[in-house]
């Protein structure tokens, strides 16, 4: 096995497993997905399959953890942020990055939800991605704290932990589990719930919109 190949067809040759694995775990999952079926989307032989991986497991975990990584990258946030964007300004940007990227990779994710359920592995990556963000939103309510902005009864540790998980959830309800909810109506009303938890005042253009229907 080469999981680093130095060529450039190698490493051409070994993208495409990656993507054509995400395919076929997207359309069969895990446990119906072949290896055979695997290297027939990639378009290379079965036994060129084990020249990259040494099982289909192998292959998932990298995929799960290519996925988790883009999931809190968020690297679009800039974006839609000016100079003068205030901490609920902040905290919608990165609501609506996480929401549209978990949109996005919403197939795979069902897959990987259900495989971190018996792959210790895969769970793993799972927590690194949970800890990751944990400590990315506990810094952030440090210095919202540090500026005077945010509840200073508050202890970061355990908001960022409540805060993240309450977005994480409900992007899985709102994207695997089948729950109906507007997407913009989503962003807002999870700003509302963080900046009311952390204790921040929306400024005065930042009014509640009119309830919408569910789409």
Same mark, same amino acid.
């Given at each position: ?5 130095? +060529? /450039? ?16 775990? =997207? ?20 036994? +060129? ?23 809190? +990258? ?10 003068? /964007? ?6 919608? &940007? &990165? ?5 549209? #990227? ?7 994710? %069902?897959?990987?939800? =259900?495989?971190?359920? $018996?792959?210790? =592995?895969? %769970? ?15 810094? @952030? ?8 902005? /945010? ?6 540790? $355990? #908001? &960022? *932990?409540?805060?993240? !998980?309450?977005? @994480? ?8 589990? !089948? ?5 913009? *109506?989503?962003?807002?009303?999870? *700003?509302?719930?963080? &900046?009311? #938890?952390? !204790? ?12 919408? /229907?569910?789409?």
């Amino acid at each position: 096995m080469d999981p680093e190949p130095r +060529s /450039a067809k190698g490493r051409r040759t070994r993208a495409r497993l990656v993507e054509a694995g995400k395919t076929v775990f =997207e359309r069969d999952g895990f446990l119906q997905a072949r290896i055979t079926d695997i290297a027939t989307e990639a378009n290379v032989s079965h036994g +060129s399959f084990y020249h990259y991986f040494d099982s289909k497991e192998s292959l998932f975990r990298e995929i799960a953890e290519e996925v988790e990584v883009r999931l809190v +990258s968020m690297d679009d946030i800039a974006q839609d942020l000016t100079e003068s /964007a205030g901490p609920v300004d902040r905290i919608r &940007a &990165a609501n609506k990055a996480y929401l549209a #990227a978990y949109r996005k990779e919403a197939k795979i994710m %069902r897959v990987i939800e =259900e495989v971190s359920r $018996y792959d210790d =592995e895969v %769970r793993k990556v799972r927590s690194k991605r949970d800890d990751y963000l944990a400590a990315r939103l506990e810094s @952030a309510i440090k210095r919202l704290q540090a500026d005077g902005l /945010a509840d200073q009864r508050i202890d970061e540790r $355990y #908001a &960022a *932990t409540a805060l993240g !998980g309450m977005v @994480a959830k409900f992007a899985e309800m709102m994207f695997i589990g !089948g729950a109906r909810f507007d997407m913009n *109506t989503a962003v807002e009303q999870l *700003t509302y719930l963080w &900046a009311n #938890a952390l !204790g921040l005042v929306p400024t005065a253009d930042q009014k509640v919109p009119a309830k919408s /229907a569910t789409a």
